[in-house]
């Protein structure tokens, strides 16, 4: 053992439980052990982190918690069975869809698999869709550099890919005069990040740009280069266009083992057969570390953080378009960066999130301690919200490592696989970039055995659905006449036409469930919780795919909507 | 894009709204119906229980039977109707209300010298009640339970919590019970039922189904479906009690936890609202403050008898009738509820210069009473009163008011409960 691993041994042994032992591999630090709660846990990975290794594996176990095992899916068949292809690319959040497309550029046969029934169901749909403007990492970290550089791209992504993008801006609050004194550090964070445009204005000018803004601050630090777009509505784009452009996407695709041989990936093991790539991208977000251990590479362990945020009527969206946040100086620690308020891309605005330590994965539970903690301390920021404009609240977990950076490199021990991995926030900001460098280092190692040229036929636009809502009338009187559905208005709260689902179940990546459907095209997200268009959604989904209704889910797995029918009469024919 | 002229444009074809546009073309004034769904009728049509129609028909009727007598009578009225269209923008000029109407045939700019809101209500939610957990399948309201059950002929669950104890969640206790579903019990975090008495005995008690008052239900769980919920008792600001926390195996719940009004276009017209009723402040006769728009039905105030939607119905469609056929003055006094014992009252203000001498004020009280007289007093004079076996919050009362007597020096009414003293004398 080195003297450094058995200094950290030490350090854990006196600061957190005697039993913690430590090892080197993978030039990471090792840590096994049992604790007795998962804090403990977080504060050993924590403390090892940043010592000299490159990554922190924390193996260390909790006393009488076993961890659930992943969500997986209920299919079995063989489908994929005995399938080669150049690049194999695990997880279809937003990195994942946004690599996909990008390797598209190239002549190369690219494969995404996903272990859920939709693309965007994890951490890519769990999240306020904020285009960070990249003054929160520090600088020289893998999350300063594409933070930066994948904001700056999103206006020709969302303008190529069809979807609704606003840079809004984003306001950060000071409260006491003293804190003003901050913005010259601030300053100089945006001038080492390459943040433009960053001003620290005054009061007045700070209540002239959102006008129904608290009057309890002195103080504002203006960023305009901050966005707002939908974050799963972007993940489909990604994965249609680069559907379109030859990829591949299997959903209910779970990657279950992988054969290594002489440092080469040469076989994956799914639930719909044996898939043998010649690169493997491992985007799987929080399970991106299990991913990495089936390679035997892991160095790096996720640590899921929990966010939650409530989501508040379309009819409170006019109050404020900037992205408004109020840190508290005293209290702010690095990794639970201060929620606030924002207006989402349809015109919600939500409330949150916050950041909470907790050891499942995929636990989207919420509690209402911390709902009624984040509604009494944030909507203060717009005092003409309040708790009655609330429609639902969700959670989400960030796919944090120790190290809090993204982890971004082609593996060092095996020679065909490349990580996209650790992408937390701001993961959704960087994803364009993140997308630019992991095609780079995947046609680098797949240059290495194959030839790889441009694909000649590329085409990065992308046609979405019609959304009659940013339509002028004579646009929507002209679509109805083409498309007599676009109409018939199944979705009252948010204005949503039969047009748009029949459209999404016939998108290119097709779908089933009514979740899917929402992600889409919004019906369902409004204030009476789809209660009216659940049941005309199932219609339609039953009459477009010639489905029994007792056989549509929620979002795929077991989550029928409906349990049986009533009476089943047998008529004399 | 059509662009098109009426006197009055009624929008919804429940039971207001059909009422109301019955009566606006008897006034003699170019009416159209619009409704979003296929079918005229609303919310009855998924009620297929009976007890409808008790007041108007002095009959018990399902609700499609309800509704069919008023479809007959729009049919036999000759009177336009545009189904499957949706009011998807609107906005009020100084003389006329402009609605963007979407329909199969394309967007309709129509113009309206008045309009008459008979939205409805929908229910709340269950992150509205603060329930925490996963969100899995299974979890939907009463309304929504009722809908594939009656009309699509499914059940959605097979054993099931019911959470809250609002009429249609009584009903859909009995509803589910008797289509084989397992209902393990209603959970009310009030102290008292929401619904009335008479949904209590015929849905529950006649059935063995089990009213957990000052109980809630507090988590659910399941990924897929729901798996179970955790109830616990609360106390009495409706907080859970830490260590009452009880869990039940279970694939789906039910919320009744309350209806809101709809008034996403009243308040695209600038219809002020009461945060109280969460419907817009109105006269007797649903004149909101925005001249020519009117109001009725569950859009105005939530009810608990269609009968009382009705006559809102038919008094809104009266008035935008003659609103239409000709300028009047109005002359406004506020009605006062006594808020320490009543929940509200309606309407928030009388019209004294209204045509006809008669208004009927609804009220809820805030608490069970026992036997109470309430009176309607004005300037010192005693307008209306009337007394009550009980008053239960769930069970809207109604009480006619006759405008001539009302002092002319009065600059408000007052609606309260008569002191203890007189309401012995009066027994």
Same mark, same amino acid.
């Given at each position: 053992?080195s003297r450094r ?10 600061q ?8 080197? %591999?993978h ?5 096994e052990?049992?604790?007795d709660?998962?804090?403990q846990?977080?504060?050993?990975g ?5 010592e000299?290794?490159?990554g922190v594996?924390?193996?260390l176990a909790?006393?009488?918690l076993?961890?659930p095992p992943p969500r ?11 399938l080669?292809?150049d ?6 959040g ?7 497309r990008e390797?598209?550029?190239k002549?190369?046969s690219v494969l995404?698999?996903?272990k859920?029934?939709?693309?965007a169901t994890?951490?890519s749909?769990r999240?306020?869709g904020m285009?960070h &403007? ?5 600088p020289?970290?893998?999350?300063? /550099?594409f ?6 791209m999103?206006?020709?992504?969302a303008?190529?890919?069809?979807? =609704?993008?606003t ?8 409260q006491e005069?003293?804190?003003?004194f901050?913005?010259?550090l601030?300053?100089?964070r ?5 943040v &433009?445009g ?6 007045n000018?700070a209540?002239?740009?959102?006008p ?5 601050f002195s103080?504002?630090?203006?960023? &305009? ?5 939908? =974050?799963?509505?972007l993940?489909?784009a /990604?994965?249609?266009?680069a ?5 591949r ?8 083992d992988?054969?290594v041989r002489?440092?080469r ?8 057969g044996?898939l043998f ?12 570390d299990a991913?990495?251990?089936m +390679?035997?590479?892991q ?7 929990k966010g ?13 378009s900037?992205v408004v946040?109020k840190?508290r100086?005293?209290?702010v620690?690095s990794d ?7 207006r989402?891309?349809d015109?919600?605005?939500l ?5 909470v330590?907790q050891?499942f ?20 920021l717009v005092?003409e ?7 639902? /609240?969700?959670a989400?977990?960030?796919? +944090?490592?120790?190290?809090e950076?993204?982890?971004i ?8 696989l490349?990580?996209a991995a ?14 630019e ?6 046609v680098g190692?797949l240059?290495e055995v +194959? ?6 036929t ?6 979405g659905i ?6 002028t ?8 006449h083409?498309?007599?559905?676009y109409g018939i208005?199944?979705?009252r ?5 039969k047009g ?5 179940l016939?998108s290119p990546?097709?779908?089933t469930?009514?979740d899917a459907v929402?992600?889409?095209?919004r +019906?369902g997200?409004?204030?009476?919780q789809?209660?009216?268009?659940? &049941?005309?959604v ?7 795919? %010639? ?9 795929g797995g077991?989550s029928?909507i409906?349990?049986t029918?009533t009476?089943?009469?047998q008529?004399?024919s | 894009?059509t662009v098109?002229?009426?006197?009055i444009?009624v #929008?919804g074809a ?6 109301a ?11 159209v119906?619009?409704? *979003? $769904?296929?079918h005229?009728?609303?919310i009855?049509k998924?009620?297929?229980h009976?007890g409808?129609g008790?007041l108007?028909?002095? $009959?018990k ?6 509704a ?5 009578m729009?049919r036999e ?10 009011v ?6 100084s003389?006329?209300?402009?609605l963007?109407?979407?329909?199969r045939s ?7 010298k008045a309009?008459v809101?008979a939205t409805g209500?929908?229910? !709340?939610?269950? !992150?509205q009640?603060m329930?925490q957990g996963t969100r ?8 929504a339970?009722?809908?594939?059950v ?9 054993r ?13 206790? *009995?509803?589910?019970?008797l289509?084989g579903?397992?209902v393990?019990?209603?959970f009310?975090?009030?102290?008292t039922p929401?619904?009335?008495?008479r949904?209590?005995?015929q849905?529950?008690d006649?059935f063995?189904?089990?009213?957990? #008052?000052?109980?809630?239900v ?6 897929d479906?729901? $798996?179970?919920?955790e109830t616990?008792a609360?106390?009495e600001k409706?907080?859970?009690?830490a260590?009452?926390?009880?869990r ?5 719940v ?7 009004p709809?008034n996403?276009?009243g ?5 002020p609202m009461?945060?109280v ?9 649903g004149?909101?403050?925005?001249s ?14 269609v009968?009382y ?5 038919? !008094?809104?469609?009266?008035a935008?009738?003659a609103?239409?056929a000709?300028?009047r003055?109005? *002359? ?5 509820a006594?808020?320490?014992?009543l929940l ?7 019209d004294?210069?209204a ?6 004020v609804?009220?809820r009280s805030?608490? $069970? ?6 009176e309607?007093?004005a300037?010192g004079?005693?307008v209306?009163r009337?007394r ?9 009362e109604?009480l006619?008011?006759?405008l001539?007597?009302i002092?002319?020096s009065?600059g408000?009414?007052?609606i309260?409960v ?10």
């Open positions: 053992m691993s058995q200094h950290i041994q030490q350090r854990l042994q006196q957190v439980e005697p039993n913690i032992s430590c090892r080197e %591999g030039d990471s630090i090792i840590l052990g049992i604790v709660n998962w804090a846990v977080v504060r050993a924590k403390l090892a982190a940043h000299g290794y490159k594996v924390n193996r909790i006393e009488g076993t961890l997986s899916p209920k299919l079995k068949d063989t489908a994929l069975d005995g080669h292809v690049v194999l690319i695990v997880g279809g937003v990195t994942g869809c946004a690599i996909a390797l598209t550029r002549s190369i995404l698999v996903e859920e029934d939709d693309l994890h951490a749909s999240n306020n285009i &403007p990249g003054i929160e990492p520090h020289g970290t893998s999350k300063a /550099y933070n930066v550089h994948g904001n700056a999103y206006d020709t992504v303008a190529e890919l069809g979807i =609704p993008f840079r809004c801006g984003s306001l950060i609050l000071y005069r003293w804190e003003r901050l913005g010259p601030f300053m100089a945006a001038r080492q990040n390459g &433009p960053v001003r620290l204005i005054n009061k000018e209540l002239s740009l959102e129904h803004l608290t009057r309890e103080a504002a630090l203006h960023m &305009p280069s901050t966005g707002i777009i939908s =974050p799963y509505l993940t489909v /990604y994965a249609e266009n559907v379109q452009n030859g990829a996407v299997s959903l209910e695709t779970m990657v279950v992988m054969k002489e440092g990936i040469t076989a994956v093991g799914t639930n719909r044996t790539p010649r690169v493997i991208v491992n985007a799987a977000g929080c399970y991106a991913v990495a251990d +390679a035997g590479d160095f790096f362990t996720i640590h899921p953080r939650e945020i409530i989501i508040l009527d379309r009819k409170k969206g006019h109050l404020i900037h946040a840190p100086l005293l209290q620690k639970t960066k201060g929620g606030g308020v924002n989402t891309i015109g919600n605005i409330v949150g999130p916050n950041a330590e050891p994965r995929e636990d989207y539970s919420t509690d209402r301690d911390h709902i009624k903690l984040m509604l009494q301390r944030y909507l203060p005092p919200l309040s708790p009655a404009d609330l429609i639902t /609240y969700f989400g977990t960030r796919p +944090a490592t120790y190290e950076d993204f982890v490199e082609r593996s060092q021990y095996v020679r065909n490349v990580h650790g992408i937390q926030s701001p993961g959704l900001a960087s994803a364009p970039a993140i997308a460098e992991v095609a780079r280092l995947t190692a240059g +194959a030839r790889v040229g441009d694909n000649p590329f085409d990065g636009h992308r046609q019609p959304e009659p809502e940013r339509m009338w004579e646009e929507r009187d002209a679509l109805i083409r498309r007599p559905d208005i199944v979705c709260c948010e204005g949503i036409s748009q689902v029949v459209d999404a016939n990546i097709s779908v469930s009514i929402k992600r889409r095209v +019906a997200m409004g204030r009476c789809g209660a009216f268009c659940t &049941p005309q199932l219609r339609i989904i039953g009459e477009q795919n %010639g489905e029994q209704l007792a056989a549509i889910t929620k979002k077991d029928f409906l349990a029918e009476k089943t009469v008529r004399a | 894009m098109r002229n009426v006197d444009a #929008l429940g039971p207001a709204g059909m009422a546009a019955l009566a606006a073309a008897g006034g003699g004034a170019d009416t119906l619009i409704e *979003r $769904e296929n005229l009728g609303g009855l998924q009620c297929v009976d409808f008790l108007r028909f002095g $009959e009727l399902s609700g499609p039977e309800y069919g007598r008023f479809v007959h729009v009225a000759g009177l336009a109707v545009l189904t499957s269209t949706f998807a923008a609107a906005r009020h000029d003389e006329e209300s402009v963007m109407l979407v329909d394309g967007v309709t700019e129509l113009h309206a309009v809101l209500c929908r229910e !709340r939610s269950a !992150r009640v329930i899995p399948a299974g979890v939907m309201t009463a309304g339970a009722q809908y594939y009656n009309v699509l002929g499914y059940l959605p669950t097979t099931c919590v019911i959470l809250g104890s609002g009429d249609i969640g009584l009903i859909m206790a *009995r509803r589910l019970t289509e579903a397992e393990l019990g209603v009310e975090a009030k102290s929401s619904g009335l008495s949904n209590v005995a849905c529950l006649d063995g189904i089990q009213l957990h #008052l000052s109980r809630t507090t988590r659910i769980f399941g990924d479906r729901v $798996e179970a919920v616990a609360v106390d409706m907080r859970p009690i260590g009452t926390e009880e039940l195996t279970c694939d789906g039910i919320l009744s936890v309350g209806l809101i709809e996403e276009v308040e695209a017209l600038g219809v009461d945060p009723t969460k419907g817009p402040v109105m006269d007797q006769n004149q909101t403050q925005v020519g728009v009117f109001v009725c039905g569950n859009a105005a105030h939530v009810n608990d008898l009968d939607v009705t006559e809102s119905g038919e !008094r809104a469609g009266a935008a009738a609103f239409v000709g300028r003055t109005h *002359r406004l006094l506020p009605l006062m006594d808020s320490t014992v509200y009252a309606v309407p928030q203000f009388v004294m210069d045509p006809e001498s008669g208004a009927v609804y009220f805030g608490e $069970e009473l026992g036997v109470t007289v309430v309607v007093t300037g004079e005693t209306a009337h009550y076996q009980h008053l239960r919050p769930p069970e809207m109604r006619e008011i006759d001539n007597r002092p002319v009065a408000s009414l007052n309260g008569e002191s203890a003293a007189a309401a012995e004398m009066t027994s």
